[in-house]
């Protein structure tokens, strides 16, 4: 089945309406906030989810390591769900994605986010996985979970900053009626720099959302996206479940 791809620069691109990013001309491709782990998590709070995303998730992620063959994938931190030490299920969920993908590129490389604490657990033995806690760079691109403010002095080269973390979606209502709910992808200028903030929509499907808009800065849970760029020029790329992605231009162009 033909792969589609959506622009967001000519090198930057949205794969199949999926919170995929392909960066063509570093071949990578980066995804953000699996929560592996979630269900054992939330079945012991009280909360119980039928399905596990585990499977589903390596089955998704083998297919576009196979037929895209990027020389890299980055993910952009909480792998796993658990703010503390990992049970026995979310350490096997880890491993047991891990072990199924890493065959499949020639490196992986893990931005540590606030869940992912003892994650060196479930990465022992694997060579071709490397954990960064803070932050890691590739040429222009810069990557970090998001969770935490910017270092001061980025490097000389950036021009894109990419993070997760915040879950965005796209939430409004048609005709003052009927509530439309789709995740998406982020992309807006920095205040003080020539710099591009891409923030990753979530790829575990048990995760909530943050509706992205001008009045929402009090619910940001990025301090990036709160304190760093405006958020009347974000513009909001949404995901369709028919692999169709709706570009909305900055709020300022809406009014």
């Known amino acids: ?12 691109k949205i794969i199949d309406s999926l919170p ?15 929560h592996l782990g979630i ?24 297919h576009y390591l196979k037929e895209i063959k990027p020389d890299e994938l980055i993910l952009n931190g909480d792998v796993k769900h658990s703010f503390h030490e990992p049970t026995e299920i979310e350490n096997r969920d880890v491993q047991r994605f891990l072990r199924a993908i890493s ?10 986010g606030n869940h992912d604490v003892f994650l060196s657990w479930a990465t022992k033995g694997m060579d ?36 997760g973390h915040e879950h965005p979606i796209l939430e409004a209502r048609i005709n003052k009626l ?7 992808f982020v992309v807006v200028p920095m205040k003080k720099k020539d710099i591009k903030l891409i923030v990753l929509p979530a790829f575990s499907a048990y995760s909530s959302g943050t ?6 800065k009090n619910n940001l849970l990025s301090p990036i996206l709160r304190n760093d760029v405006n958020l009347s020029e974000c ?21």
């Open 39 to 62: 269900e054992a998590i939330m079945s012991r709070d009280g909360t119980y989810l039928p399905h596990n995303q585990t499977q589903d998730i390596i089955e998704l992620i083998s």
């Open 211 to 216: 509706p992205i808009n001008p009045d929402s």
């Open 178 to 184: 009927q509530k439309i709910r789709a995740p998406a």
């Open 103 to 112: 065959p499949l590129v020639s490196k992986i490389s893990i931005t540590q």
């Open 1 to 12: 089945m033909k792969i589609s791809q959506y622009n967001i620069s000519p090198n930057l």
């Open 235 to 255: 513009q909001l790329y949404a995901l369709d479940k028919n692999k169709e992605v709706f570009h909305f231009p900055s709020f300022k162009e809406w009014t």
């Open 20 to 34: 995929i990013l392909f960066i063509q001309d570093e071949r990578i491709l980066v995804i953000a906030d699996l």
């Open 128 to 163: 071709n996985v490397c954990i960064y806690k803070n932050h890691y760079t590739k040429g222009k691109y810069f990557f970090t979970h998001g969770d935490k403010e910017l270092p001061k002095v980025l490097p000389e080269k950036t021009k894109y900053i990419i993070i």
